[in-house]
């Protein structure tokens, strides 16, 4: 997670306002994801890193926010 608020600063150029709070019934300390199941069963590789796509989304919001005006 702080990877991707990491990104997302760098991406809009300004703080991001992040507020922490104790963890609930359910959450896990730590997870280990593996996409390595999912792209041999479904035969799909991701083709867009992470910097890419969150760049991507973040020109569509504001072309989408731009457009509501």
Same mark, same amino acid.
Do not use: C, F, K
């Given at each position: 997670? =702080?990877?991707?608020?990491?990104?997302?600063?760098?991406?809009?150029? !300004?703080?991001?306002?992040?507020?922490?709070? =104790?963890?609930? =019934?359910?959450?896990?300390? /730590?997870? @280990?994801?593996?996409?390595?199941? /999912? !792209?041999?069963?479904?035969?799909?590789?991701?083709?867009?890193?992470?910097?890419?796509?969150?760049? /991507?989304?973040?020109?569509?919001?504001?072309?989408?926010? @731009?457009?509501?005006?």
């Amino acid at each position: 997670m =702080n990877e991707v608020i990491d990104l997302a600063r760098r991406l809009i150029g !300004q703080p991001v306002l992040v507020e922490a709070a =104790n963890t609930r =019934n359910g959450d896990v300390p /730590a997870t @280990h994801a593996d996409l390595r199941t /999912a !792209q041999r069963l479904l035969d799909r590789q991701p083709y867009v890193d992470l910097d890419t796509g969150m760049a /991507a989304q973040l020109d569509w919001l504001s072309s989408r926010q @731009h457009a509501a005006v």
